[in-house]
């Protein structure tokens, strides 16, 4: 078998994924009561949740810009916006909502060079952004579990606090680091670049102030996003508390990374599931979930027209001669 038919094999895996957990969750949704209820959605609270979704992608680009600082990258703001919002564009229908990612480093590193600090910048911004979405989920759900009518939460924020750990110590701990770069001794190529990600991560260890700062910048862009998914219920005229959506919020988003289409589907199917924890309908739940998603559509449509107008020859991609990391290498 090929590797371009495994890629379209994994392709079409993932639409179908997307569209079965969607069938399923339209099959038992209401949907004229879903469309009345968003049709009588206040539409200042919705604008406000926009400018929520706004706030939030101008903090995801400042602490990328900082990762890249730390490392030294010589990049202009330019450059990193370029990039950034390309990457949204590319979120909305490459595997995962993690998928622009990759486009986003390739992009940068071919204009910058320095192909392992760049996907180590990326890393790293990744890496904080889970640290602070653990955070954010385990301290909300230890103030407010008497709220939450749904010990089973706990489940997912264990797994993703040990997740996070793990991947930390991967990162950080040089002998971790080579088990794991052991372990695909037989891809020399992918071996070699996840090495040298290694010794450009391991920078971050002098600057700590920078990480924990990112740390907790992190916390704030997941509370922001609480706010968010907290405006537009409000806005759906539901009388909801704030606080289970500090724990919700980062657990979908982490829901997110697995394989979808922009993660369609595995996200409505998160926040129907948790939102009738603590009463809400289903329908309103999905609807809130597509509401999310629209703002991600925008976002994604402005990455969109920067990639058209300004990527030369509108592609992304790595020169095969070069050395460094390569899409499949990060």
Not at 165 to 190: A, E, K
Not at 229 to 237: D, E, K, Q, R, V
Not at 304 to 320: A, L, N, S
């Amino acid at each position: 078998m090929t590797e371009k038919f495994k890629n379209i094999l994994s392709f079409l895996g993932r639409i179908l994924l997307s569209a079965g957990l969607l069938a399923w969750i339209f099959s038992f949704i209401n949907w004229r009561d879903t469309f009345s209820i968003m049709k009588q959605a206040d539409v200042g609270l919705l604008c406000w949740a926009g400018l929520m979704h706004v706030l939030i992608n101008g903090l995801v680009l400042i602490r990328w810009f900082l990762f890249m600082r730390a490392l030294n990258l010589d990049v202009t703001v330019g450059q990193v916006c370029r990039y950034f919002f390309i990457g949204l564009f590319c979120n909305l229908f490459l595997p995962t909502s993690i998928g622009g990612d990759v486009v986003k480093a390739i992009g940068l590193s071919r204009g910058v060079g320095q192909k392992p600090k760049v996907f180590a910048s990326v890393v790293l911004d990744r890496l904080s952004g889970f640290a602070g979405l653990v955070i954010v989920a385990a301290l909300a759900y230890a103030v407010g579990s008497r709220l939450i009518d749904a010990p089973s939460v706990i489940i997912p924020i264990a797994f993703l606090t040990t997740l996070s750990l793990v991947l930390g110590g991967m990162l950080f701990n040089q002998r971790l680091y080579r088990f794991f770069g052991g372990l695909v001794s037989r891809f020399p190529r992918l071996q070699r670049g996840i090495l040298q990600m290694h010794e450009d991560v391991i920078l971050m260890t002098g600057k700590k102030r920078t990480a924990w700062g990112c740390v907790i910048f992190s916390c704030v862009i997941q509370a922001i996003s609480a706010v968010m998914f907290y405006l537009i219920a409000l806005a759906l005229h539901q009388d909801v508390r704030f606080l289970p959506f500090l724990v919700f919020s980062p657990i979908v988003a982490a829901v997110t990374f697995l394989p979808s289409i922009g993660g369609l589907g595995v996200r409505e199917v998160g926040w129907v599931y948790f939102l009738a924890k603590v009463g809400l309908d289903k329908g309103v739940a999905l609807g809130l979930s597509l509401i999310s998603f629209f703002f991600v559509i925008i976002t994604g449509l402005i990455g969109g027209i920067v990639y058209v107008t300004t990527v030369p020859d509108r592609r992304v991609q790595c020169d095969e001669d070069a050395g460094g990391v390569r899409p499949g290498d990060a």
